[in-house]
Nanobody, 127 residues
Framework: QLQLVESGGGLVQPGGSLSLSCAASGFTLDAYAIGWFRQAPGKEREGVSC????????NFAESVKGRFTISRDNAKNTVYLQMNSLKPEDTAVYYC????????????????????WGQGTQVTVSS
């Protein structure tokens, strides 16, 4: 059974950091591009970051550029999202998703085209 599982969410103060993980089971992660998305209450799901199969290409939403980094360890079947300088507006449920195609030029930040989704992990930024 193909499955993505996010972990690492939690409560953090503004300015703090969190590292999210997306672990795959039932399939080989290096066959897929991975996207991170988030959804806050009452808002649409938005793309945060995405990474190509090999990790050689990445993309970020303007709102997180310079604060978030994305990386992958295909040997561990895991993709990471390092979030620094967190702001209250980063509060949301964060999801990872897998697509066999890497859409360049920012298109990978669109949720369409991702075949598999995790269940999400809550990130709350609050003092």
């Amino acid at each position: 059974q193909l499955q993505l599982v996010e972990s690492g969410g939690g409560l953090v103060q503004p300015g703090g950091s969190l590292s999210l993980s997306c672990a795959a089971s039932g399939f080989t992660l290096d066959a897929y591009a991975i996207g991170w998305f988030r959804q806050a209450p009452g808002k649409e799901r938005e793309g945060v970051s995405c990474i190509s199969h090999s990790g050689g290409s990445t993309n970020f939403a303007e709102s997180v550029k310079g604060r978030f980094t994305i990386s992958r360890d295909n040997a561990k079947n895991t993709v990471y999202l390092q979030m620094n300088s967190l702001k209250p507006e980063d509060t949301a449920v964060y999801y990872c998703a897998a697509s066999p195609i890497y859409y360049s030029s920012g298109y990978c930040l669109r949720p369409n085209g991702y075949n598999y989704w995790g269940q999400g992990t809550q990130v709350t930024v609050s003092s």
